[in-house]
């Protein structure tokens, strides 16, 4: 199965069980997000973020999974060739799973994003937008057909670029100079009491169906 070659199965077998975060592909996501505006996390970077997002601590061996995906993901992002692509089950698995899959994937980045970089700029926000629109997507029963599949595919094709435009033209800061651990050092530096920092998890949360 190409869930071998991507990298899906050990991905899967390492973070399904994660509570909260609703898959592997929105870890996926929440990664991609990040290291589209920061350097990549290292091992103790990554126990503090996943810890002010209140997820249990990892394995080691899991937590070398998450940090090498990382890595891979940074490079694939700062390169020219567009090869980036998103942690997600491959044709083989229904598109039902498929569908929501990407829409995790949509919704990690948008948060991921959101929480490494505080702000957007103004030539960001349709990007955002887009990730946001396809997080929303409800797939139905008569979905489940060629046309369905074929719309599954172009979404794919569509949303998975975007991270990359999301990089260009940013100089990447190393994680604790990003937002993401204001949580982990508040305690010591006092967080600015404006509406932007205050808001920013909400202004970067996609409306998810219930």
């Known amino acids: 199965m190409q869930d071998d070659i991507t ?14 975060i609703s898959s592997p592909s929105e870890l ?14 290292t091992r103790e970077e990554w126990t503090l973020i996943l810890s002010t997002l209140n997820v249990p601590e990892l394995n080691d061996e899991s937590l070398a999974v998450l940090t090498d995906e990382t890595e891979d993901v940074a490079h694939a992002l700062s390169e020219d060739d567009l090869d980036y692509l998103p942690m997600l089950p491959d044709d083989q698995h229904v598109l039902r799973d498929r569908v929501q899959a990407l829409a995790d994937w949509c919704a990690g980045v948008v948060l991921g994003f959101g929480l490494a970089s505080g702000h957007i700029r103004a030539d960001e926000r349709e990007l955002i937008g887009h990730l946001q629109d396809v997080a929303a997507v409800e797939f139905e029963d008569e979905d489940d057909d060629e046309e369905g599949e074929e719309g599954y595919q172009e979404l794919f094709e569509f949303v998975r670029l975007i991270p990359v435009s999301l990089s260009m033209g940013r100089k990447r800061i190393a994680v604790d100079e990003s937002s993401l651990l204001k949580h982990v050092h508040e305690r010591i530096q006092p967080v600015s009491d404006t509406p ?3 808001n920013v998890v909400e202004m970067f949360t996609p409306h998810r169906p219930s």
């Open 196 to 198: 932007e920092s205050n």
């Open 28 to 41: 996926h996501g929440l990664l991609t997000g990040i290291v589209c505006v920061t350097q990549p996390p």
């Open 7 to 20: 990298g899906w199965s050990e991905w899967d077998r390492h973070f399904s069980n994660i509570e909260e």
